[in-house]
């Protein structure tokens, strides 16, 4: 999920339960560029880990969540790894019947601490293809500090958040929180660099039927994509966002999309946002039959039965750390993200309309193996093996 409007100077994105197993990943260690500040230098003292993601599929792919342990003894949740937030936050014992996920109960951790702080985040984004209408996604938390582990790795006093209340729309997801993993290391990622961790995470998401997503902190898996990276260093701050020269659709462009643009890569959105003047253009290369959906602001649709022999390749234009032009493509098999549940013969398609917000999710990620690179300030792809 994109960033909320918030009470506090935090930011969060979207948020998730499943206990997965995996072999051992074959990793590749890399040296980060630089540490987070206040850190110590030390040793490399610990190796890259990986964690088996499961994938919550409504007709769609809408998140990949996997375990942390929370507490002392430690209590499993399972957590969303979401490049749109930096913070931790998972449901809860004060949250009661309002949160049917699986709760965090801190009487039962002997190293909690109460922050003692409370606030309320309306986000931006769901957690699916659905639009954000008022205050329909929001949640109430408390501040507090335990031990948290990811992989294996553990750190003590890591800063989290409570949910004490949340509205219905979150109702159906089927993990306990979100695992902020910002472009500014914090939490329980810059309390494991600070242990020795390299400075970098990568994520393979996979569509439903090819499966075996993961993260991996610390490290690559060179198992899970094929050919070579294309790097290009991130605008400074907090947000993993990338300048783009252009967009193309089936090799066509127009004047509005090829108006340069800084787009956001957040893992916890499903699909992708961009202004109402660029989503049109868009869908004017696709198909005159895509239309607004009068019946959710932001939403457009076609007739289910028309998708198929629609072309629909999105290709995004960068341009790598070393000069070279390269797209980031969304398959035409991404257009629709299944049927609108007022009208089964009319299909919702994977660009909603938001003004002042360009963002890519799922929709594009999950066709690509990719570097998040803190230390270094840099995003990397290569194609993903199997997708």
């Not at 009470?7 to 979207?14: H, K, N, P, R």
């Not at 967009?247 to 946002?273: A, E, P």
């Not at 002042?356 to 290569?382: M, N, P, T």
């Amino acid at each position: 999920m994109s960033k909320g409007v918030i009470s506090l100077a935090i930011t969060f994105s979207c948020y998730a339960l499943a206990v997965l197993g995996q072999a051992a990943p074959q990793t590749v260690q890399l040296q980060s560029r630089s540490i987070p500040k206040g850190s110590v230098l030390k040793r490399r003292a610990l190796s890259p880990t990986s964690e088996p993601l499961a994938d919550f599929f409504l007709g769609t792919d809408l998140q990949w969540f996997g375990n942390i342990s929370v507490g002392t003894p430690p209590q499993v949740l399972t957590v969303v790894f979401d490049t749109g937030s930096s913070t931790l936050e998972f449901a809860s014992t004060l949250c009661g019947k309002s949160c049917p996920q699986k709760q965090f109960d801190s009487s039962k951790s002997s190293t909690f601490v109460d922050g003692g702080r409370t606030t309320t985040i309306t986000f931006a984004t769901g957690v699916g293809v659905d639009p954000v209408i008022g205050s329909n996604y929001k949640l109430t938390l408390r501040s507090g500090q335990d031990t948290v582990a990811v992989g294996g790795l553990s750190a003590k006093g890591v800063s989290l958040f409570l949910i004490t209340n949340e509205t219905a729309k979150f109702d159906i997801d089927p993990f306990s929180g979100i695992q902020g993993m910002g472009a500014t290391a914090q939490g329980i990622f810059a309390a494991l660099i600070n242990q020795g961790l390299p400075s970098l995470f990568s994520l393979y998401l996979t569509p439903k039927a090819v499966g075996n997503a993961e993260l991996t902190i610390g490290g690559i898996d060179s198992s899970k994509f094929t050919g070579k990276f294309d790097t290009l260093f991130f605008t400074a701050g907090g947000t993993w966002q990338l300048a783009s020269p252009g967009i193309s659709v089936n090799g066509k462009t127009t004047s509005v999309l090829s108006t340069s643009r800084t787009i956001i890569f957040d893992s916890g959105t499903s699909n992708v946002l961009f202004s109402t003047d660029t989503a049109n253009a868009i869908y004017a290369l696709i198909s005159p039959d895509i239309q607004p959906n009068p019946n959710e602001a932001g939403t457009y649709g076609i007739a289910c039965n028309l998708i198929p022999s629609l072309p629909a390749v999105i290709d995004i234009a960068f341009v790598s750390q070393t000069g070279t032009p390269f797209n980031l493509t969304i398959p035409s098999s991404e257009l629709s993200v299944g049927p609108f549940a007022s009208d089964p013969t009319l299909c919702q398609t994977l660009i909603n309309a938001f003004d002042g917000l360009e963002l890519v999710g799922g929709s594009l990620l999950k066709h690509y193996y990719s570097i998040w690179d803190v230390g270094g300030k840099r995003l990397g792809f290569a194609p993903a093996a199997g997708v």
